[in-house]
């Protein structure tokens, strides 16, 4: 099979359909990204299927010379749960925004991740409505003055990584769009994973929400406000690399190194941890002043995929039953016969 | 199984002949009415049931909202509804009897469970008085028998706790039944050892109980003739007893087996539609691949995951749940995906009668979406019918490369009919041809004579293509705005739709082809219009039946056919939806006959509307 794989360039992954996002806007660097990732997956082109539900993000699909299916409002997990269930073989990934994953198909998103089904989910997260010019969205800060919310919106924000592994998420990721590095490397491990991957990138809406980000992902600030996670490696950040988080009881701390504070105090991070709530605490660390936000690989850990349980359970049957007989299925129960 | 009678009793022959078993939804009733169903129909005699039982699971016992029943009419010759009055009405406790007397006809069989009538029971059932006492059942032939005593009595060596004993009395009741109408129990033998399978002492139970039951009748002064219902005169054949929704079940099977394809079913539970998902998870052996969805959206999205996958891909559901498919149906209108949705109507709005029959959905199924969103509307006229209507959604589907909605509703979904069982040789092959030549490929170029697209897989090297909700220019598929692509898109949309209309019978009207009333039916009303046409054509009238399997297209002809008759009519178990359609689709004079009461017609209301409207 490999073989006879083509050999992929980034432009095999392009379309000749003209890009309609808002010049400047974040989703060109993640497109990209995909796009530059995809050849070097061994993967022939036409086992990859692209679906999306609606929104600026949604439009990915038309942009990826795939199979590619935009669908509705929400629903691209559950589009591609019948996709997948029917053809386990097939590489999907599913763009999605914080408006379409976390509101409206909040849901299917949630159940596709407790099932652990075997698609990579893009979560663009620009903390706003794009598409419909400009409403506050499920990720927006408490008091976001939106069009929708002129006074301020009033209610509290979802962090998409902590839902993520309240439904057990098996790969739990976040980036960044315009760390472009980063992003592919973790779009690599995301693609790696066996189940649900699910990645967090966060993205800049520059005409409804510009900046969003730039607190965090600034480049005189992202050394101090992010700290990029990796399994193995203790949980050190900050320009200087001279801080770190450790465990005080039940919580996170950020601490010096130095004066008596030493690298071995740090939690050393394990995306293999059994136990999500690890992941959990790491997801929401910056809920917290003072606490970066953490990017990279949260949680990866194996389990069976959903639809491989799926096809497991039809060939167990007919391995036990052998293949159906639709005329003793017809002919099944009492049956008489009429002359 | 001894059935020789004592030589005091004698033995008349019926033509046919209305059970009802009723109890408390906890006392057993649809077994023993199906056990009863299925041993008439062993038999051989022809039969239409209706189960007619509570939303809830179990109200509290013995309260009238509690009641369940199971009706069946059983019979030597063509049987067309379950009937319009009981000739033995047998009732658990007084709620059953309250709320179901009222169907018994005059001098009919009335047994009753003595045992239920006490003080307590009967302030349950609301009764100010006892009706075994007050003389208000004087005019039917009454049996009060101890049914809980005897069967204990008849249990007592097994060493079982009361309860156990007492959940035997509906076979107790079945026995009975069994010797009114001279029927052998070995059916039900056979069913009680495959239920009962690792228990077996309550296999045994149930048989003493019927055994007992059966003895009663034969040795009580009280019972002094039995009947005999000889067997139908059906077409030649196998038969089996079937109900709507297991007829649909195996028709999907069918056509997936007959199309060469995967069968995949996304499905939400709903009242009176799960029982498709429960079968159908059955039938893995099959590769059929069941998803119990999140929800009702994410249902029939999963189904149009699978049909761009290249499944025949369903999704089934009621009233409350086609609502919440439809803009992800109006999705599969736009990228042109087969698809068949499964609405097995039930009383509305909203929840309202979720165990109760209606046939209100079809404007919701023909018009029901945002913009203009056409789709073939198919209906099924029968339990059995439902297999061959699964089999036609599927094949339109495909075909056209359109999502299809198929309507049933809770009376044929639980109702069931002898049903011959079609030869799989004989069955059609449904053609499946996916696209694979990338030369010349376009997503919506289309077959010249369907107007279908092409249906191009995922997997398939050099097909790799975009589709999606927003509308596409005309043959390449490509995202497009422009006015005049807009409106030819929805208008060969809307051509594809209506050019089904030369692949489907014509309507051919069953009685007179001309004359003085024409009656157009569609879905379950079928049985009572039947049953109503003979008898008043037997009077000598004049009048034609059209009963409609197709709702969109109809078929080519029906103008024509419309114009035979003086006057045309439409009973409906709605507010007058095919009429309105017919109005104003052929400016007839089409009069409404309406019955909405989650209950199906009788064939007496329906021949007296006929005779009404031929004055």
């Known amino acids: ?339 | 199984m001894a059935t020789t009678l004592a030589p005091t009793k004698k033995r008349e022959t019926l033509d046919q002949a209305v059970i009802r078993f009723c109890g408390d939804s906890g006392d057993g009733m649809q077994i023993t009415g199906s056990q009863f169903t299925n041993t008439a129909a062993l038999y051989g005699n022809d039969l239409a049931t209706f189960p007619d039982f509570p939303a809830e699971i179990r109200a509290p016992a013995g309260t009238l909202p509690g009641v369940s029943g199971f009706q069946v009419n059983f019979s030597s010759s063509d049987v067309y509804t379950p009937g319009d009055a009981v000739d033995v009405l047998v009732a658990m406790n007084p709620a059953a009897l309250k709320t179901n007397i009222k169907d018994l006809r005059t001098n009919g069989i009335l047994i009753v469970n003595a045992d239920d009538f006490g003080e307590v029971d009967l302030k349950k059932a609301q009764c100010k008085t006892n009706p075994l006492e007050d003389h208000s059942l004087d005019g039917y032939r009454l049996f009060k028998v101890e049914l809980t005593k005897l069967t204990r009595a008849a249990l007592k060596e097994l060493g079982l706790d009361a309860k156990s004993m007492d959940r035997c009395k509906n076979f107790f009741a079945l026995g009975m039944c069994y010797w009114l109408y001279n029927r052998p129990m070995d059916g039900t033998h056979r069913w009680l050892d495959d239920k009962f399978k690792s228990k077996p002492t309550l296999a045994e139970a149930n048989k003493l109980a019927m055994k007992a039951g059966y003895a009663y009748c034969e040795a009580t002064e009280a019972f002094q003739t039995s009947y005999e219902i000889p067997p139908a005169k059906l077409e030649a054949g196998t038969y089996r007893n079937i109900s709507g929704n297991t007829a649909l079940a195996l028709g999907f099977v069918a056509a997936s087996q007959k199309a060469g394809i995967t069968l995949f079913q996304g499905s939400y539970p709903i009242t009176p539609a799960s029982d498709i998902l429960h079968e159908l998870s059955m039938f893995k052996s099959f590769g059929v691949v069941t998803f119990q969805a999140e929800d009702e959206i994410a249902a029939v999205a999963s189904a149009i995951g699978a049909a761009y996958g290249g499944a025949l891909a369903i999704t089934t559901t009621s009233g409350p749940g086609m609502a919440l498919k439809m803009e992800a149906i109006g999705l599969a209108i736009a990228t042109e995906l087969p698809l068949v949705i499964c609405d097995i109507q039930r009383g509305g709005p909203s929840t309202g009668l979720p165990t109760k029959t209606e046939q209100a959905d079809l404007l919701q199924a023909l018009y029901g979406r945002n913009s203009e969103a056409p789709v073939p509307v198919l209906a099924a006229a029968t339990p059995g019918d439902c297999f061959w209507m699964a089999f036609e959604a599927s094949r339109i589907a495909i075909k056209y490369m359109v999502p299809v909605i198929l309507l049933s509703d809770g009376y044929l979904a639980n109702g069931a009919e002898p049903w011959k069982i079609p030869s799989v040789e004989d069955l059609p092959e449904i053609p499946v041809k996916f696209a694979t030549d990338p030369q010349g490929f376009q997503p919506y170029k289309r077959d010249p004579q369907t107007l279908a697209r092409p249906w191009a897989i995922p997997g398939t090297p050099g097909l790799e293509h975009r589709i999606g909700g927003i509308e596409k220019q005309d043959v390449t598929g490509n995202i497009n705005y422009e006015p005049l692509n807009h409106e030819t898109m929805v208008r060969i949309r809307a051509a594809k739709v209506e050019g089904i209309a030369q692949d489907i019978p014509e309507a051919i009207p069953v009685g007179d082809a001309e004359g003085d009333l024409l009656i157009v039916g569609w879905g379950s009303t079928y049985g009572p219009i039947t049953a109503a046409l003979r008898a008043v054509r037997a009077k000598g009238r004049k009048v034609g039946h059209v009963h409609l399997r197709h709702l969109n297209p109809l078929p080519r002809n029906l103008g024509d056919v419309l114009k035979r008759y003086k006057k045309v009519v439409v009973p409906e178990m709605n507010m007058g939806q095919l009429s309105m359609v017919l109005r104003a689709k052929y400016l007839v004079d089409a009069i409404g006959f309406n019955k909405i009461q989650g209950q199906p017609f009788k064939v007496a209301e329906v021949e007296a509307k006929i005779e009404e409207l031929l004055k």
């Open chain 1, 1 to 339: 099979m490999t073989a006879t794989l083509p050999v992929y360039t980034k432009k095999d992954f392009q379309t000749d359909q003209e890009v309609r996002w808002c010049p400047g806007c974040g989703d060109y660097a993640i497109l990209s990204a995909v796009q530059s990732i995809f050849p070097e997956l061994g993967i022939p082109r036409e086992k990859f299927a692209v679906v999306s539900g609606i929104g600026c993000s949604s439009r990915f699909p038309y942009y990826m010379n795939t199979f590619g299916f935009h669908t509705i409002h929400g629903r691209a997990p559950a589009i591609a749960t019948g996709l997948k269930a029917t053809h386990p073989d097939l590489e999907v990934w599913i763009a999605t925004g914080d408006g379409d994953a976390l509101s409206i198909g909040g849901n299917h998103t949630i159940h596709m991740l407790r099932r652990n089904l075997g698609v990579k989910v893009l979560l663009f997260n620009n903390k706003i409505y794009g598409l419909t010019k400009g409403q506050y969205s499920p990720t927006s800060e408490v008091g976001k003055k939106a069009k929708s919310t002129p006074y301020g919106s009033v209610d509290r924000p979802f962090y998409p990584l902590s839902l993520a592994l309240g439904a057990e998420a098996t790969f739990v990721a976040r980036s960044v769009d315009v760390f472009q590095a980063h992003l592919k490397a973790t779009l690599r491990k995301a693609a790696a994973h066996q189940g649900s991957a699910f990645l967090e990138i966060l993205q800049n809406c520059n005409i409804f929400n510009d900046g969003a980000w730039e607190a965090i992902a600034e480049k005189d600030v992202r050394d101090d406000r992010t700290i990029a996670i990796e399994h193995g490696q203790p949980l050190i950040f900050g320009k200087n690399k001279d801080k770190g988080i450790r465990m005080n009881g039940l919580n996170l701390e950020v601490v010096v190194l130095g004066n008596g504070v030493t690298e071995k105090d740090l939690i050393v991070h394990d995306e293999r941890h059994p136990n999500p709530a690890y992941a959990f605490l790491l997801s929401r660390m910056d809920s917290q002043p003072g606490f970066p936000t953490p990017i990279g690989v949260l949680r990866a850990v194996d389990a069976p995929r959903y639809e491989d349980l799926m096809s497991e359970q039809v060939s167990d049957i007919i391995a036990k039953k052998g293949k159906g007989d639709l005329t003793k299925l017809l002919r099944a129960g009492d049956i008489w016969e009429v002359k």
